[in-house]
């Protein structure tokens, strides 16, 4: 058994993917599948902000990834939103404040769909919380997972109306959020009774460290696929008995 570390890459089946948007854009994805078995669920990734370097390979992104395929028998679908690069390549079009992302997302739903993949939840983090939460009409979707949600371009009307579509959500709430922190998401949520809100104590709105992502990635597998979770520990594996190879932690 070796440990599973920050730059470890479990086995997986990975393809880039295009994604073609309603208003035509071509947008740069990877798909990541199990080896062995059919995906017991599916998580569509949208990324951080993308005019401040958040993209598809965002760690945490990038880290679901490279493990939730084996640990947990998870789908993960990533892309660059609209006029995002990455080394994987730069999705076309131009940063629209989470507006005419819904279509982009809505491209990445479409796409699941067409792989035959199960019903995907919707995993945002920072940037990527208030595109999902400003289109609750992309579907069909499971569900969400919001990891360090600003509420920046989302509005309190916007955000009711999350509430009312009535979604099964959980929100991740850092403890030391540079933009929301858990008694302002106490406020800003109770228009949204379904948003379960998760407080985590010391960590940040970056998840900086290798505790900090086992705990999203762990909360992410509670919600999606809790029967993929070790029932004792309740958490994920931290070991791999297998191949597995060493990628650089960008």
Same mark, same amino acid.
């Given at each position: 058994?070796?440990?599973?570390?920050?730059?470890?890459?479990?086995?997986?089946?990975? *393809?880039?993917?295009?994604?073609?948007?309603?208003?035509?854009?071509? @947008?740069? #994805?990877?798909?990541?599948?199990?080896?062995? =078995? *059919?995906?017991?669920?599916?998580?569509?990734?949208?990324?951080?902000? &993308?005019?401040?370097?958040?993209?598809?390979?965002?760690?945490?992104?990038?880290?679901?990834?490279?493990?939730? &395929?084996? @640990?947990? +028998?998870?789908?993960?679908?990533?892309?660059?939103?609209?006029?995002?690069?990455?080394?994987? +390549?730069?999705?076309? %079009?131009?940063?629209?404040?989470?507006?005419?992302?819904?279509?982009? @997302?809505?491209?990445?739903?479409?796409?699941?769909? *067409?792989?035959?993949?199960?019903?995907?939840?919707?995993? #945002?983090?920072?940037?990527?919380? =208030?595109?999902?939460?400003?289109?609750?009409?992309?579907?069909?979707?499971? %569900?969400?997972?919001?990891?360090?949600?600003?509420?920046?371009?989302?509005?309190?009307?916007? @955000?009711?109306?999350? %509430?009312?579509?009535?979604?099964?959500?959980?929100?991740?709430?850092?403890?030391? =959020? =540079?933009?929301?922190?858990?008694?302002?998401?106490?406020?800003?949520?109770?228009?949204?009774?379904?948003?379960?809100?998760?407080?985590?104590?010391?960590?940040?709105?970056?998840?900086?460290?290798?505790?900090?992502?086992?705990?999203?990635?762990?909360?992410?597998?509670?919600?999606?696929?809790?029967?993929?979770?070790?029932?004792?520990? %309740?958490?994920?594996?931290?070991?791999?008995?297998?191949?597995?190879?060493?990628?650089?932690?960008?």
């Amino acid at each position: 058994m070796e440990q599973i570390r920050a730059n470890t890459v479990l086995p997986a089946v990975r *393809q880039p993917v295009a994604l073609t948007t309603a208003d035509g854009l071509r @947008l740069v #994805g990877e798909l990541v599948v199990p080896t062995v =078995d *059919q995906p017991r669920a599916t998580i569509v990734c949208v990324h951080p902000l &993308p005019t401040a370097g958040g993209m598809m390979d965002s760690h945490l992104f990038r880290k679901a990834a490279w493990r939730l &395929p084996a @640990l947990a +028998g998870i789908a993960v679908l990533r892309f660059n939103t609209r006029g995002t690069h990455s080394p994987a +390549g730069r999705s076309e %079009g131009e940063f629209s404040e989470a507006v005419a992302e819904g279509l982009d @997302l809505a491209a990445a739903v479409e796409r699941v769909s *067409q792989e035959g993949l199960p019903v995907p939840w919707l995993v #945002g983090w920072s940037f990527g919380t =208030d595109v999902i939460l400003k289109h609750p009409e992309v579907g069909p979707v499971a %569900g969400a997972v919001l990891v360090s949600p600003p509420v920046r371009y989302t509005s309190q009307a916007e @955000l009711a109306e999350w %509430g009312r579509v009535g979604l099964s959500t959980t929100a991740l709430i850092p403890e030391l =959020d =540079d933009f929301l922190r858990p008694p302002e998401a106490v406020e800003r949520f109770k228009v949204a009774p379904n948003v379960a809100l998760v407080p985590v104590d010391g960590a940040g709105h970056l998840w900086v460290g290798e505790a900090n992502v086992r705990i999203v990635l762990n909360e992410i597998v509670r919600e999606v696929a809790p029967e993929a979770l070790n029932p004792e520990t %309740g958490s994920l594996p931290t070991q791999w008995e297998g191949p597995m190879e060493r990628w650089n932690d960008l």
